[in-house]
């Protein structure tokens, strides 16, 4: 028989037994779905990741000054360490080999004011080599200048929803902001950043875009610390040029500062980059297993797809003898009922395409979990979903074949 033959047969036994039919795919139809769907959320969650840890810079080591909680950490401090300081950075940047350089930041949580309106803010003394190191870009306005930073000038710069909090939809640029009880001029505002949802290592989870930017020279000398105890930066941004070494290069720098020190444990290491690798790997792990718990879905579908054909043999059992008694061969039975079981598995693989990509969509829209759809997690949907049907198509295919003409005529 010709295999358009074989086709057109196929298409008539689907129109014939449409509910059937319909059935029969529906398993193949979740579970193509579900492979698209559970792919999709994996790839988001990966997306996500790296937007968070491109915040923090891939070729950076992060150095934060510990809050001191545990009251021996206040004394020992306070006989033998000042914490994090701008001669901790020189000290890195002179010593490390492939430092591009280093930026000291340093930190207050404080209230901003704007006419009748405030908002709680975290005030950020920073250098302009920050724009070198970190993903910061502004949306209105300049970020800090050298010549800002060398006269110690009152300018700030808003993080997103600080100034559309304070100013709602008018300019901010060139209007005073009161920090504390200290007026600075606005020069910039940040464009919307990626939100810290958990922590990252020392790293505390918060709204970036509360943040409030002013020259780290002015912070040290116009804002008071939190306390006798509190140290001059709060945090180091080490940027390396490449970041084959990053590992190594984070043990030194633990070296100089435990020596600089006085061996206190007043300060923590993070490097992003193994922080990434790590989630990239969980990540991997997690997406393989949400992609084996839909698989199974498709091949809960095969086994329907195959109880169905062996249901269709024992009911066409009379055609199969009459076909084999004018001169049908094994290979044309078999290639029919591939062919049925190949149009089963296709129909239900578009069709589960198709919910897969409007299910992943739904999700992105409906709830707070962002997907990713992907064509390679599509084309292996269909394509599993097209070698489940031809693979449990086989068997009933193959008792077809192997059924004599005499006893097939005979049966009733």
Not at 85 to 103: F, N, Q
């Amino acid at each position: 028989m010709h295999y358009a033959e074989n086709l057109n047969i196929a298409k008539l036994g689907l129109i014939d037994h449409k509910f059937r039919s319909f059935l029969t795919m529906l398993g193949i139809i979740f579970g193509t779905a579900s492979v698209i769907a559970m792919v999709s959320i994996g790839e988001g969650a990966k997306k996500q990741a790296i937007s968070k840890y491109k915040d923090l810079g891939i070729n950076n080591i992060i150095v934060r000054d510990k809050d001191l909680t545990d009251p021996e950490l206040e004394a020992v401090r306070m006989k033998f360490s000042q914490g994090l300081s701008i001669k901790d950075a020189e000290a890195i940047r002179e010593i490390v080999p492939g430092v591009s350089d280093v930026a000291p930041q340093a930190e207050v949580k404080m209230e901003a004011k704007y006419a009748d309106k405030s908002s709680k803010v975290t005030v950020i003394g920073i250098t302009p080599a920050i724009m070198k190191i970190l993903n910061y870009q502004t949306d209105k306005g300049q970020f800090l200048t050298d010549d800002q930073y060398q006269r110690q000038l009152k300018v700030c710069i808003l993080g997103s929803a600080v100034a559309r909090s304070l100013f709602g939809y008018d300019d901010p640029i060139t209007q005073s902001v009161k920090l504390g009880d200290q007026w600075f001029e606005v020069v910039g505002v940040m464009q919307n950043k990626a939100l810290f949802t958990e922590t990252v290592g020392e790293l505390a989870a918060r709204d970036l875009n509360n943040d409030v930017y002013i020259p780290l020279s002015t912070f040290t000398r116009r804002i008071p610390r939190d306390n006798q105890f509190s140290s001059e930066v709060k945090q180091l941004t080490v940027k390396l040029d490449k970041s084959d070494r990053l590992v190594e290069s984070a043990a030194v720098v633990r070296s100089i500062l435990s020596r600089r020190h006085f061996n206190n444990d007043d300060f923590s290491i993070i490097v992003p980059y193994e922080l990434l690798k790590q989630e990239e790997k969980e990540r991997r792990i997690y997406n393989l297993l949400l992609a084996s718990i839909a698989a199974i879905s498709l091949i809960v579908g095969g086994i329907g797809i195959m109880n169905i054909m062996l249901a269709s043999v024992l009911e066409r059992t009379n055609e199969i003898g009459i076909r084999r008694a004018i001169g049908g061969k094994k290979s044309d039975i078999m290639s029919q009922f591939i062919t049925e079981a190949v149009v089963l598995s296709i129909s239900g693989g578009i069709i589960g395409v198709i919910l897969g990509i409007t299910l992943s969509l739904g999700i992105s829209l409906v709830t707070d979990v962002h997907t990713s759809l992907t064509f390679y997690s599509i084309i292996i949907a269909f394509s599993f979903s097209v070698i489940v049907g031809i693979t449990f198509g086989y068997l009933p295919a193959k008792n077809a074949a192997n059924l004599k003409p005499i006893e097939s005529i005979r049966h009733e």
